[in-house]
């Protein structure tokens, strides 16, 4: 089992919000999870209901065979048995290097190993607004569900009595998604057999490099985290890249890595595939054009869901349209007309499709109502002229729900209620070969903004928890 309590035995006896929160904040690796972030602890996980949770649990299978539809629309496209602006669209901005691996035999049938969707908790249920398939939160997420999995027992744990001597007390999970080990045995799970893995972790994503490295203290030596110069591989070794393909430059082993994955001398997830790293995959699956095609790799069940649970999404292609066309949904002529939309049709985020530093995070992300109509028309008339460059998406808004939360305020010694918008990413760990292979869900991570915040992502003023049923 991976807990380690170092020791320690519970006290059932303590059972205060206080007593929970300073354990948490406490149990923190020294080096910390994130480099230099901070966040507000919640004395108790967060609540899905069996429903919500049984949901989000069954969700993996569904996106894991969307990545495969995916895969396969991508090379069909190439092959000119689907569109051929599929694969026009999915390579702009890419340099042709790039391409070639993603095309390469070597990694023709390879998805990521890691879905990490965003999930919205709206009044109509959850919105998936994005797929991350290099995500950060992984160590975080294992730690979260790792410590709330012993609070969850009803205590916390205290040092030993004085004379040495310690009590032993089962630990059971109490409905923590995943678990207390869920996180680590899904992300080992992803590496087979293989004799050493390697996290080469990049510059840019230097502020997860704690989390991971607390999390190969977790998983023994055969776990290791560098940086992005480490290019010590042995045949029979895995890597995970935790690194964007949008930076390959400021990553010096990124070539032998891809050199070495492609000879099949080491196992690679993600795959060099910046397909994978595009939100435009979800302005694909809302394509008339394509509703064949997805029904037939998706099944019609599986392309409903997706469909009910993914807001439109458009590729916003400045390409002239014939007189009589119009845009889908927004019944206009010309990407220009957006522009002159009120604030209240405005309900819309634009954002960077992939393949760029503005890309992930709230980088790169504006909506529509929020903003003037001077900075919402740059926004427009910026996704129009990069368009071949670095192409954006539009996507309709569905506000989050208000749900009530707590964190505790160690200045004022006391718990705090707060009004928040929730996005809960769940980790889906993909193990086993081809059709064979499994996706696991190993834990979810909820992320509670304050209810002013329109755009949810993690910030010192959030609280980070993992949930429960």
Request: charged letters at 25%; aromatic letters at 10%; proline letters at 7%.
């Amino acid at each position: 089992m991976f807990l380690k309590l170092q020791g320690q035995q519970i006290d059932f006896s303590v059972n205060s919000p206080v007593d929970k929160a300073r354990f948490v904040r406490d149990s923190l690796p020294p080096g910390g999870l994130f480099a230099g972030l901070d966040w507000r602890i919640s004395p108790a996980p967060f609540p899905l209901g069996e429903n919500l949770a049984k949901e989000i649990e069954s969700l993996g299978r569904v996106l894991l065979q969307f990545y495969r539809a995916v895969n396969l629309l991508y090379r069909k496209s190439i092959d000119g048995k689907q569109p051929e602006w599929v694969a026009r669209w999915l390579d702009l901005g890419k340099p042709a290097e790039l391409i070639a691996l993603q095309r390469s035999a070597a990694f023709k049938n390879d998805v990521p190993r890691v879905i990490r969707p965003d999930l919205l908790l709206t009044e109509q249920g959850i919105s998936i607004t994005e797929l991350d398939s290099v995500p950060g939160g992984i160590g975080l997420t294992a730690w979260l569900n790792q410590t709330y999995s012993i609070l969850s027992e009803g205590g916390v744990p205290r040092r030993p009595n004085q004379d040495g001597g310690s009590q032993s007390s089962p630990l059971r999970n109490n409905n923590i998604i995943g678990g207390a080990d869920g996180m680590l045995r899904g992300f080992e799970s992803i590496f087979g057999d293989a004799k050493q893995v390697h996290i080469v972790v990049s510059e840019e994503a230097a502020t997860y490099r704690p989390e991971m490295s607390w999390l190969c203290e977790q998983l023994g030596s055969r776990f290791t985290v560098h940086d992005s110069r480490f290019n010590d591989f042995a045949d029979g070794d895995a890597v995970y890249r935790f690194f964007e393909l949008f930076d390959l430059a400021n990553v010096p082993s990124s070539k032998k890595i891809f050199e070495l994955a492609a000879e099949k001398r080491i196992r690679l997830t993600p795959p060099p595939k910046p397909v994978f790293e595009e939100k435009m995959l979800f302005a694909l699956l809302w394509n008339r054009h394509l509703h064949d095609f997805w029904r037939q790799e998706l099944g019609e069940g599986f392309l409903a869901r997706l469909k009910k649970l993914v807001p439109y999404t458009w590729i916003v292609d400045p390409s002239p349209l014939p007189p009589q066309a119009v845009i889908p949904e927004l019944n206009l002529t010309d990407w220009q007309q957006l522009k002159t939309l009120s604030q209240k049709e405005r309900e819309l985020i634009l954002k960077v499709s992939g393949f760029s530093e503005h890309a992930w995070g709230a980088r790169g992300v504006f909506l529509g109502s929020d903003l003037s109509h001077e900075d919402w028309a740059k926004a427009v008339d910026d996704a129009i002229q990069k368009f071949e460059q670095s192409p954006r998406v539009l996507q309709r808004y569905h506000k989050p729900a208000l749900v009530e939360a707590q964190w505790f305020d160690f200045g004022k010694n006391m718990v705090v209620p707060m009004k928040g918008r929730v996005r809960l990413c769940p980790y889906y760990f993909v193990s086993g070969e081809g059709d064979a292979a499994r996706s696991q869900l190993g834990g979810v991570l909820a992320t509670v903004n304050p209810a002013d915040k329109k755009i949810i992502h993690g910030m010192s003023d959030a609280i980070l928890a993992p949930c429960t049923e």
